[in-house]
């Protein structure tokens, strides 16, 4: 396998026993960064997070690390209502920021001397000066007025769910100097300061996008169902559907989510599934061969590129990990 990282790190969260009937909002109890050793496949605890606190609904407060951020050896980590900035490798936490307009935050991202916030439980992204923490702009992701359907007076960090979501924005990255966000709702990804610049992922399918990695002047994609899409940032289009288990028609059962690129070597992430009342989100598990030989638990997958097969399957064993949010390179022992 032409690889270059030996260590790999996963975000994401640990099913609460009685998350279902709780309802929305309130799935996860336990956030964790675990670290993957890709020569062994033994899986580490980072950090993990339980319980609440002023930032979280009262009861039952939704623990999950989302998707992550590197820069230099700085982490940036986000959870459903707050940031936690990381010094690498002691983990010593430098800054928190938290606002009343942070609500499922999915994703973060640098660009420039702002991170980037998904809010994606207000449809909306902010934009944060990194240093200061200060909010700089609130984008709504359909165009609109960021608080045509809310209150920036509310604090939505106290509340478990906001859906339905008009856009339900995951993931920010940048392409031409330009910020662009994917649409679970819209099976797209447009550009932040032109949302009528747009790239449609799914096509004809009725399937909910993720992650958007640049990679050899294109866009690659994650779909919930386990497909990548690869598209042409100048037309604006796909030019490739790549489904990772084709050959052998022995796929995951898990939610697709959570990408990272090394040379050749895709790393995919497919979390456990959950019960959802949303049950056209999971629709795909009805179409294919799903009779994957694991146990189902959560999954890194590493996907060739240049030989189209699948090299490995990293299974999380029981109780360290079932949602994965993102998946980042990690250079330390």
């Known amino acids: 396998m032409k690889e270059t990282n030996r260590y790999l790190m996963i975000s994401g969260g640990c099913l609460r026993q009685n998350g279902y009937e709780l309802g929305e909002g309130k799935y996860y109890d336990q956030a964790k960064l675990i670290k993957l050793d890709l020569s062994t496949g033994v899986f580490s605890t980072l950090l993990s997070k339980k319980g609440g606190g002023e930032n979280y609904p009262q009861d039952h407060p939704n623990q999950q690390y989302t998707a992550a951020c590197l820069e230099y050896d700085i982490l940036w980590l986000p959870t459903d209502t707050e940031i936690f900035k990381y010094q690498l490798p002691s983990f010593e936490l430098l800054v928190t920021y938290s606002y009343p307009c942070f609500h499922n935050i999915h994703s973060v991202h ?195 590129m240049a030989t189209r097969e699948v090299e490995n399957v990293f299974e999380t064993p029981d109780g360290t990990l079932d949602a994965i949010y993102g998946i980042l390179p990690y250079q330390y022992e």
Not at 116 to 129: A, P
Not at 151 to 164: A, G, K, N, V
């Open 110 to 304: 640098i660009f420039g001397d702002e991170l980037v916030v998904t809010s994606t439980g207000i449809d909306n992204v902010i934009k944060l000066n990194k240093h200061s923490g200060e909010i700089n702009a609130v984008l709504n992701t359909q165009g609109k007025d960021p608080w045509h359907r809310f209150d920036p007076e509310f604090d939505y960090r106290l509340i478990h769910s906001t859906r339905p979501h008009d856009n339900h924005p995951n993931f920010v990255f940048s392409l031409n100097d330009e910020l662009w966000v994917t649409r679970c709702k819209q099976e797209d990804a447009v550009k932040l300061s032109d949302v009528s610049q747009k790239i449609d992922i799914s096509g004809t399918d009725v399937i909910s996008v993720h992650d958007g990695i640049v990679w050899q002047n294109k866009v690659v994609f994650t779909r919930v169902d386990g497909f990548l899409v690869v598209c042409d940032p100048k037309n604006k289009k796909p030019v490739e559907q790549i489904d990772p288990f084709k050959q052998t028609r022995n796929r995951p059962v898990g939610w697709c989510r959570g990408l990272h690129i090394d040379g050749d070597i895709f790393y995919i992430g497919y979390s456990k599934v959950r019960q959802t009342k949303l049950k056209s989100k999971i629709k795909f598990l009805t179409q294919g061969n799903f009779k994957y030989k694991g146990s189902n638990n959560a999954l890194v997958v590493a996907y060739n």
